[in-house]
């Protein structure tokens, strides 16, 4: 597994020096919450072209830290690279819930990082009252394809570990 230190560093290394230097402080003093918010806005300030690898990265790391929504829309609008990727974001604000599957009955299962070989992670959330999905989900899933079978399936925790099954041939 990759330490989430050198996936921070990393993403830091986009951004200008001094922006990168706020972002690692956030870090540092344990804001990763503010960190990635600076990361993103950053990131499309200074149009700074990213490959969808890591557009898809900083959604999961976005996403244990629990921002994620709050950064989806301006991750999305950051220019990509244009090189081709092993992975690529394909939740957008109009996305619907899969189709039931078996192994996740009772979740609305949403799709979130397609792999080029057609596998894709998604994330299986409650529906809340007033029909909202839940904030967290319940599980993270690496499908075989859109229509399942479901390959690996991970606790609410494991975003990062699902993203490397995801990868993993």
Same mark, same amino acid.
């Given at each position: 597994? &990759? ?14 020096? *001094?922006?990168?230097? +706020? ?5 540092? &003093? =344990?804001? /990763?919450? %503010? =960190?990635?918010?600076?990361?993103? !806005? =950053? ?9 969808? @690898? ?8 976005? +996403? *244990? ?20 990727? %092993? ?25 979130? &990082?397609?792999? %080029? ?10 529906? +809340?009252?007033? =029909?909202?999905? *839940?904030? &967290? ?5 690496? $499908?075989? !394809? ?11 925790? *494991? ?5 490397? %099954? $995801? @990868? /993993?041939?």
């Amino acid at each position: 597994m &990759i330490a989430e230190a050198d996936v921070w560093n990393r993403f830091v290394s986009l951004l200008p020096d *001094s922006e990168g230097h +706020e972002v690692q402080v956030c870090w540092d &003093i =344990g804001e /990763q919450e %503010a =960190g990635l918010d600076l990361l993103v !806005s =950053g990131l499309l300030e200074h149009r700074v072209a990213i490959n969808e @690898t890591v557009r898809a990265e900083i959604s999961v790391i976005a +996403e *244990s830290w629990g921002v994620r929504r709050d950064v989806a829309s301006r991750l999305l609008a950051c220019p990509g690279d244009g090189n081709p990727s %092993a992975v690529e974001l394909v939740e957008r604000p109009t996305t619907t819930p899969l189709p039931a599957l078996p192994e996740l009955a009772g979740f609305l299962v949403v799709p979130w &990082i397609r792999h %080029a070989s057609g596998r894709l992670l998604t994330r299986a959330h409650t529906e +809340e009252p007033w =029909g909202d999905l *839940s904030l &967290i989900p319940e599980h993270y899933a690496v $499908l075989a !394809s859109a229509q399942g079978p479901t390959l690996h399936l991970f606790e609410s925790f *494991s975003a990062r570990e699902a993203l490397e %099954a $995801l @990868t /993993q041939a």
